[in-house]
Structure formats: structure tokens, C-alpha cells
């Protein structure tokens, strides 16, 4: 019987071949896609990394300035501190008439003394000089943050028509929509205690202490709609003199609840109805607007182009050429605000500035 001659080409080995090659070629593109996706996790921890980075430096910069910055003391601290001076004054000349006599110890015990007197003037004329020179005693409000911090390096401050605008939309919550949205299923005496939130209110409280006696100011809160913190005044300015009306729009504001969703252009165009106009607005905000006068209709999620778009359009209704200082709390994912809300504190001649973890 002949033997049946073995062909190395047969259809078996074509199967194994091609089986092969389709193994190969999965195997090249689940590796590919690893690859793809090991790279863009790098990518993101390398950008948060470098937002660490910058906020650390920042924060070097804040302190940089705290130290440099001659401490200021209150009005009260002050008056206390000058009166302890004089009496001490007052003590070693008392105590240099009852040492006057002719022996070189009695001789060098007054000259001691007069030194110590001279150095005590001296101090007291440098303290007199800082009090007047702060004007600490003519605000119309006082606050103390950690560390009897005083500072807020970079921002022009001051106006006789001031305006605080404050972005009391949900995003401002939290610095991610995580804890965003984690916050907004919260009750809303939990929600007043957000750490951001609390922040914010803070910084305001503090610019309120900056407004001089005889200046007018204005307080107001936007989401999608903006309103004064002080019911009723809507469209008017508020004395600052006026006893107790600082401390009342503060007040007031600690007790609003963010929610909803942004629209500067509704806040903007508020101030339009403040006259005469502002002369120096204050906005503390996280973000670009997510809508526009009018909420976007079955609109689940606003895209980047969009929110650029509400933004420039919300600086068409600013009132008048007042600075803007803006104040901006970053939020997560919205990386294009910083440079929107810089040009815009660049065209009005205002200012711009993240604050550090530790502000105010």
C-alpha cells in the first residue's frame, strides 16, 4: 500500500497559521489600548501635580507676603499697647530724679535709665506713626483671621460705590462636582458648613472691613438670578456708616444656601440697576457661567464653547468701566476660567488672584 504523501501547505496548518495571527493581533491591540490608557492616567497626574505645584507656590508667595508685611495692631491693641509705654515712661523718670546723686554707681543707673527712656519714646512715636498710617481706626468693621492676618497682596482696594458680588451657585460647594453633588443631596444647615462655601463667606467678610466710612456698598448673591443680601434694597446703596448694616448684609449672607446653576450675565446686568454706578466691583466666583439670561432649555450638560460663549456675553452687561477683582475658587474641570476671568480683570484695570488654602 503506498504511503499518502504529507503536504506541509495543508488546509490544518492554514488554520493554525491564521489562528495564530488573529491571536497576535489581539494580543497587539489590547496591549495598545493598555498603553493609550496608562498614558492619559499619567498625563492627568502629571497636570495634578502641576496644579499642587502651583497652588504650593502660591501659597509661598502668600506667606512671603505675610511675612514681609509689618503687622498692623487693632485700634483698641494700639491704645492699650501706647498707654503701657507711657507709663512706663513715666515710671523711669520717676525712678531717674530719686537716683540722681554723686557716686558712679548713682551716676550710670540714670544714664541707663534715660536710654531706656529714649528707646521707649522712640517706640512709642514709630507706634503712633503705624496707627495713623493704617487707618485701622476709621473702619467701619473689624476682623481677625488666623494669626491676626491683615493682608490681601495685589488687590485694589477702596471705592466710595463698592459692589461684592458673590457666586452663591451649587458649584460652589465643594472644589469637585463629586462633592458637589454629594453636597446637594445634603440638608441645608449642611450645606452652609461646605468648607468652600465657608471661604467664601469669610473673604467677604473680611473685603467689608476695607470699605471706609462715608463709601456705599452693595452685597449680592448670584445663581441664576441675583439678588441683594439685605431684602429690599435691591437696585440701592447701602451706607456703610450706617449703624449696623455691614454687620447685617454679612450676616445675611452666611445665611444663604448655594444651589442651582451660574449666570454672570443675570449679575452683571443687576448692577446696572446701582446709580450712579460702582467704581469698584469685588467677584468671588469658581467658574465660567453655565447659562445665560435665560436657563438652556433640556440642556443635561453645558460644553466648554458654551460657557465661554455665556461668559463673553455676560461682559456686555457690565455697568459702566468699574475694576472687576476677581477672586476665583478653581473648580475641577473647568480649566479655561482662570484665563477668561484674568483678561477680563486685566481690561477694567482690576485684579486677579487665587487665595491660599489658609485665607483669610
Known amino acids: 500500500m503506498a504511503r499518502k504523501s504529507f503536504n506541509v501547505f495543508s488546509l490544518s496548518f492554514l488554520d493554525v497559521m491564521a489562528c495564530g495571527l488573529g491571536a497576535t493581533i489581539l494580543f497587539l491591540m489590547i496591549i495598545s489600548a493598555q498603553v493609550r490608557l496608562k498614558a492619559e492616567r499619567a498625563s492627568e497626574d502629571l497636570l495634578a501635580e502641576a496644579g499642587s505645584m502651583e497652588q504650593q507656590v502660591q501659597d ?47 551716676k550710670e543707673s540714670p544714664e541707663q535709665l534715660r536710654a531706656d527712656i529714649q528707646r521707649l519714646e522712640e517706640g512709642l512715636s514709630r507706634l503712633g506713626a503705624s496707627q495713623q498710617e493704617s487707618g485701622s481706626g476709621s473702619r467701619v468693621r473689624s476682623f481677625t483671621g488666623d494669626g491676626n492676618r491683615q493682608y490681601l497682596t495685589g488687590m485694589q482696594m477702596g471705592g466710595k460705590r463698592v459692589v461684592i458680588l458673590v457666586d452663591a451657585s451649587a458649584s460652589m460647594l465643594a472644589g469637585t462636582y463629586v462633592n458637589v453633588v454629594r453636597y446637594r ?97 469685588y467677584l468671588l466666583t469658581d467658574g465660567l457661567p453655565t447659562q445665560g439670561k435665560q436657563a438652556p432649555g433640556g440642556v443635561t450638560q453645558v460644553k466648554p464653547a458654551q460657557r465661554a460663549t455665556f461668559f463673553n456675553q455676560a461682559v456686555r452687561e457690565l455697568p459702566g468701566r468699574a475694576p472687576v477683582n476677581v477672586l476665583l475658587y478653581p473648580m475641577d474641570g473647568d480649566p479655561d476660567a482662570a484665563g477668561f476671568f484674568w483678561r477680563l480683570a486685566i481690561a477694567t484695570k482690576g485684579s486677579f488672584l487665587t487665595p491660599s488654602r489658609d485665607w483669610p
Do not use: C, H
Not at 61 to 67: D, I, P, V
Not at 200 to 226: C, H, K, M
Not at 262 to 279: E, I, R, W, Y
Open 185 to 281: 443631596a445634603m440638608p441645608d444647615a449642611r450645606k452652609l458648613t461646605a468648607p468652600k462655601w465657608r471661604k467664601v463667606v469669610a473673604a467677604v467678610d473680611w473685603l467689608s472691613t476695607q470699605i471706609e466710612p462715608g463709601s456705599r456698598f452693595q452685597i449680592y448673591v448670584f445663581n441664576e438670578q441675583a439678588r441683594s443680601v439685605v431684602a429690599g434694597s435691591d437696585g440701592t446703596w447701602l451706607e456703610a456708616g450706617a449703624a449696623g448694616t455691614l454687620e447685617q448684609a454679612v450676616k445675611a449672607l452666611r445665611s444663604v444656601v448655594p444651589e442651582k446653576g451660574t449666570s454672570l450675565g443675570n449679575a452683571f446686568s443687576a448692577l446696572q440697576q446701582l446709580k450712579p454706578a460702582p467704581d469698584n466691583i
Open 60 to 106: 509661598a508667595r502668600s506667606n512671603l507676603a505675610r511675612l514681609q508685611a509689618s503687622p498692623v495692631p487693632s485700634p483698641e491693641q494700639a491704645a492699650a499697647q501706647i498707654e503701657r509705654l507711657r507709663q512706663q515712661i513715666a515710671d523711669m523718670r520717676a525712678k531717674v530724679a530719686e537716683q540722681s546723686g554723686d557716686s558712679l554707681a548713682e
